[in-house]
């Protein structure tokens, strides 16, 4: 064993160039390398590479790489092959020539590493040629995607458990850096790996700041936080629909921030060229659906931003780890509100699943929710939802840390709120969205107030000791503490089992007082 460990530590310099194994990469490895399986959790941009590529130098044979990012492979495999590694591919973009030279060496016994698209598992002619040579160890990369309650969900993940039956002897091993304890359970049972050793990497990334400002005007929030705080730096955008994401790019490029937008709507060339630029300029901002970022390896993104809440903390998580790869100061930022409570639920609710994915959906949300609502450490609550024990102290490195949000006794607001919803539907019938209920309670004659005679409700004008804000804010958190529902396409406001307590006063209601000035602008980066 040990003889195998020094092969490892010869292989890391020789090829690599690098002095030291990081945190748990030795101890996979060594496992890996004695035949062992392993599941791997490790936070994006935590080594996860090279718990494979080691073994695969090291154990006779080829290392067989599955992985879904198959636009990726090319560069991958150039990186590998410009240190000396025989690397190969095989998907979908190749023409017969080119994998007939890669089967070719496959069988020969000339390459370390193959890299593999899951969709090319299922045809009996690649499960036929991996019979025919020698393979040194199986790794699953991106291995969540056989969860199907996750975001990344890919059906031919499923049967890659066909690889432990059919290839016994071979050592697996599951990467991913996606870790719920559900999750982890799922890649286990999925992956037929009832045996595998787990390793878990700390999910905690320090030199990452997290904050999360209310939603005014996000588009200029966000310029003002770049040019203050990031001016010339390289960052992610993330934005929930495609027009959005081009119309926030052309709004930066306006404003003198050299910005492209990607989506799933832009043709394949446009989109290969803009992550390309990203990649290799300086100081290139890419404004982005979520449809951007898996598998991309750039170090110094300086900021992720979020302009839509993400439908979970993995998602959450895992886009804000695309930033500070390399250790220095970044910057997690996000701006939230109502309406983003409120189309996410509209989303669950209209979107495709059954009752059972709705209800996980939701539970995801409210997860995400509680992390944007917390008067509490953030990076505290995320290492948390990992189960990760965090410094009760808290961080010192999130808003929640620095600027301690304020908190006052909402339950009287909930209350007027609640009844206004209980008052519509019981003595008209009616149920209306969050704008309507507003209005109504500071006392707003709008034409759809007079349309409908609200004005002469005895709940009209009960309210006027908030602002249109502040209620924005009491709305948007009673929905986040399921004292409030959504409704229909039209996102109709309801009461929920729990909101009868407040009504009745049983129940108070502690609310986060909203910044006048965001927080965040008041707080120093890290730079
Ligand atoms: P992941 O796949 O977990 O996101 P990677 O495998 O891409 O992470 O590694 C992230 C970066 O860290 C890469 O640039 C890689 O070369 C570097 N790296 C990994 N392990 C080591 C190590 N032991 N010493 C120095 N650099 C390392
Ligand atoms: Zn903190």
């Keep these: ?22 945190g748990e990469q030795e101890a996979v490895i060594e496992h890996v390398i004695t035949g062992g399986d ?34 990726l492979m090319q560069d991958q495999v150039d990186a590998l092959r410009a240190l000396g590694v025989r690397a190969g591919f095989m998907n979908s973009t190749q023409d017969f020539d080119e994998r007939r030279v890669v089967e070719a060496e496959f069988l020969a016994g000339e ?13 009996d002619s690649t499960q036929d040629l991996l019979s025919r040579g020698k393979i040194s160890v199986f790794a699953i990369d991106e291995a969540h995607c056989v969860s199907q309650w996750g975001h990344d969900f890919r059906p031919d993940y499923l049967m890659l458990s066909l690889l432990g039956e059919r290839w016994p002897d071979v050592p697996r091993i599951a990467l991913t850096a996606t870790a719920t304890h559900a999750t982890h359970r799922e890649i286990t049972e999925r992956l037929g790996m009832p045996d595998a050793r787990h390793f878990v990497a700390s999910f905690d990334r320090p030199n990452i700041q997290y904050r999360i400002v209310p939603k005014a005007d996000p588009r200029k929030q966000l310029l003002n936080f770049l040019r203050e705080e990031h001016a010339g730096d390289a960052g992610i955008v993330y934005c929930l629909s495609r027009n959005s994401v081009d119309k926030t790019a052309e709004f930066l490029n306006r404003n003198g921030i050299e910005a492209v937008p990607y989506h799933a709507g832009l043709d394949a060339g446009t989109r290969a060229a803009h992550q390309a630029r990203f990649l290799r300029e300086e100081g290139l901002v890419v404004v982005a659906t979520i449809a951007f970022g898996m598998g991309i390896d750039k170090p110094d993104v300086r900021f992720v931003a979020h302009l839509d809440l993400p439908k979970s903390v993995e998602g959450y998580y895992q886009e804000t780890g695309r930033a500070g790869r390399d250790g220095l100061p970044s910057t997690a930022w996000m701006a939230y509100g109502l309406n983003d409570v409120i189309q996410q639920r509209k989303l669950i609710q209209s979107g495709e699943g059954d009752e059972a994915f709705r209800r996980r959906a939701n539970q995801h949300l409210d997860a995400m929710l509680a992390l944007c609502e917390t008067v509490r450490c ?19 490195n999130c808003d929640t ?18 009844s206004t919803v209980v008052r519509l539907q019981r003595e008209r019938g009616q149920k209306f ?6 209005d109504i309670l500071l006392g707003r004659r709008t034409a759809k107030v007079i349309q409908f005679d609200h004005d002469q409700l005895s709940v009209f004008g009960i309210g006027e000791e908030l602002t249109e804000a502040e209620w924005r804010g009491v709305v948007r958190q009673l929905l986040a ?20 307590a407040v009504l009745r006063r049983e129940r108070e209601v502690p609310l986060r007082k909203e910044p006048k000035k965001p927080a965040a602008d008041r707080s120093t980066s890290g730079r």
């Design 38 to 71: 392993a599941v791997v959790l490790m936070p994006t941009g935590g080594g996860k590479s090279l718990c494979y590529q080691i073994p695969a130098l090291v154990r006779p044979g080829t290392g067989v790489v599955v992985s879904p990012l198959i636009a």
């Design 401 to 418: 840390c620095l600027t301690p949000p304020e908190t006052w006794d909402g339950t009287v607001a909930a209350q007027k709120v609640l």
């Design 1 to 22: 064993m040990a003889v195998m460990e020094s092969e490892a530590l010869a292989a890391l310099h020789r090829v690599f160039g690098y002095d030291a194994f990081r």
């Design 481 to 500: 503490q399921g004292l409030l529902a959504v409704e229909g396409e039209y996102g109709t406001l309801v009461l929920t089992g729990a909101s009868g």
């Design 433 to 438: 969205g969050a704008v309507q209920i507003i």
């Design 378 to 396: 953030r990076r505290g609550q995320l290492l948390a939802y990992f189960g990760q024990d965090p410094d009760p102290a808290g961080c010192g």
């Design 111 to 123: 390459l370390d590493l193959l890299y593999l698209a899951p969709e090319r598992l299922r045809l």
